[in-house]
């Protein structure tokens, strides 16, 4: 017997996984993609937090991945107990670093920001590559 989850209902669930194309404005349609799926599981609280990071992760993996520009990233969101979990996998196999840049500086920001407003921050080798990550608490914890 096949079993639909329902928002709310199930934990450590698969809400999307989308190919990106490696470019800039992949960003705003991950958003979109982010948006949609935090709304329509019940996670309107923490939408326009995770549309920002995604944004973040998007753009950091457009412009350090080793594809080319017109390649793909992969966006994966997920649901795991209480949290909303956002990846952005890439094929760049050298794990990011949070920069705390100056004041004047231009770039190099996206990272520290997605520290300050994830609940947790993280990445993982891939076989190929990397997956960047954010956790937003997003749901009330369920009971044991």
């Given at each position: 017997?096949?079993?639909?989850?329902?928002?709310?209902?199930?934990?450590?669930?698969?809400?999307?996984?989308?190919?990106?194309?490696?470019?800039?404005?992949s960003a705003s349609a991950a958003?979109?993609?982010?948006?949609?799926?935090?709304?329509?599981?019940?996670?309107?609280?923490?939408?326009?937090?995770?549309?920002?990071?995604?944004?973040?992760?998007?753009?950091?993996?457009?412009?350090?991945?080793?594809?080319?520009?017109?390649?793909?990233?992969?966006?994966?969101?997920?649901?795991?107990?209480?949290?909303?979990?956002?990846?952005?996998?890439?094929?760049?196999?050298?794990?990011?670093?949070?920069?705390?840049?100056?004041?004047?500086?231009?770039?190099?920001?996206?990272?520290?920001?997605?520290?300050?407003?994830?609940?947790?921050?993280?990445?993982?080798?891939?076989?190929?590559?990397?997956?960047?990550?954010?956790?937003?608490?997003?749901?009330?914890?369920?009971?044991?």
């Amino acid at each position: 017997m096949t079993r639909c989850a329902l928002p709310g209902d199930v934990s450590g669930v698969l809400l999307a996984d989308v190919r990106l194309i490696n470019a800039p404005e992949s960003a705003s349609a991950a958003r979109r993609i982010v948006k949609a799926v935090a709304c329509a599981w019940g996670a309107a609280a923490v939408a326009d937090r995770a549309e920002l990071l995604v944004c973040e992760l998007v753009a950091n993996a457009s412009k350090h991945a080793q594809d080319r520009l017109g390649t793909n990233l992969r966006l994966v969101v997920s649901r795991d107990d209480d949290r909303l979990r956002i990846e952005v996998h890439d094929a760049n196999p050298a794990l990011p670093r949070v920069r705390h840049g100056g004041l004047l500086e231009e770039n190099g920001r996206g990272l520290l920001l997605a520290e300050t407003l994830a609940d947790r921050l993280g990445w993982q080798v891939l076989a190929r590559g990397k997956a960047v990550y954010v956790e937003l608490a997003a749901w009330p914890a369920l009971p044991k």
